[in-house]
């Protein structure tokens, strides 16, 4: 039975590179860029299903867990919404540039070095979020096991990642990594991508039902992200825990 979804050599990966996660022209510009269209997306879903009682459309009273926060570009912008974040990952290097940067801006997050089967809590999160992790981790299904324990009845998980499509090959790994450059070499395995039906089939059997899923494009001409119908290469997903 597997009992840890840490991939060591994925940790180490990131973990060199982790004083660069607040350059927005250094090795994580791509996730510098992601970010309007998936806080836009996070926070529209969000407020929608749990939130809309509150006129002010703020996150405040929401309990959000970011597992493999890196240095915390999603989480903070979360906690400036009003929410109460939590940042998981599971370097240590990550985690620590991530509380320095939060510690900077006056942002009370609290960020822990961690996976989400080795996270020993009583808390049940309204949102969970695993944006651009689950093509990092040992075991995708008992990764996504861990969290839906983690995740209150009701309550929202949002996964970000890539396509297992020749398209994906060609362009995240060929054109991200080795022409443009966008990524370091090596950052992705074209064989940990996985397929929406399979993400899909396995948080069925975790309690945890689609109610969207969505493409995410670069648009050439705009120079940015935006949702798209087109799911061939980067999707996001929002499961419902039911």
């Not at 180490?12 to 791509?30: H, L, M, N, T, V």
């Not at 929202?156 to 990642?161: E, N, P, R, S, Y």
């Not at 990524?183 to 929406?196: A, M, N, R, S, Y």
Request: proline content about 3%; hydrophobic content about 40%.
């Amino acid at each position: 039975m597997k009992t840890n979804t840490i991939n060591k050599k994925e940790i180490e990966k990131f973990s060199r590179i982790a004083e660069e996660w607040w350059d927005p022209e250094g090795k994580f510009k791509p996730l510098h860029n992601f970010n309007p269209v998936r806080i836009s997306y996070l926070k529209a879903n969000i407020t929608k299903n749990l939130n809309f009682k509150k006129k002010d459309k703020t996150l405040s009273g929401i309990k959000i867990l970011d597992i493999g926060c890196g240095g915390g570009l999603l989480s903070e912008p979360m906690s400036r919404l009003g929410a109460e974040v939590f940042g998981m990952d599971a370097s240590e290097r990550n985690i620590e540039v991530a509380k320095i940067h939060a510690k900077k801006n006056g942002l009370k997050i609290k960020y822990l070095c961690s996976s989400p089967e080795n996270f020993k809590t009583h808390i049940k999160f309204d949102v969970i979020l695993n944006m651009e992790i689950i093509e990092h981790v040992e075991d995708v299904d008992f990764f996504l096991k861990s969290c839906s324990r983690l995740l209150k009845k009701n309550g929202i998980m949002f996964v970000a990642t890539l396509n297992k499509t020749l398209k994906s090959y060609l362009f995240a790994i060929i054109g991200a990594e080795y022409i443009l450059k966008w990524l370091p070499i090596g950052t992705h395995e074209w064989e940990k991508f996985v397929k929406p039906k399979d993400l899909i089939r396995i948080n069925k059997k975790y309690n945890l039902t689609l109610d969207d899923l969505k493409g995410v494009k670069f648009n050439l001409i705009k120079n940015n992200w935006e949702l798209s119908t087109d799911k061939s290469v980067n999707y996001i997903a929002k499961f419902i825990k039911i």
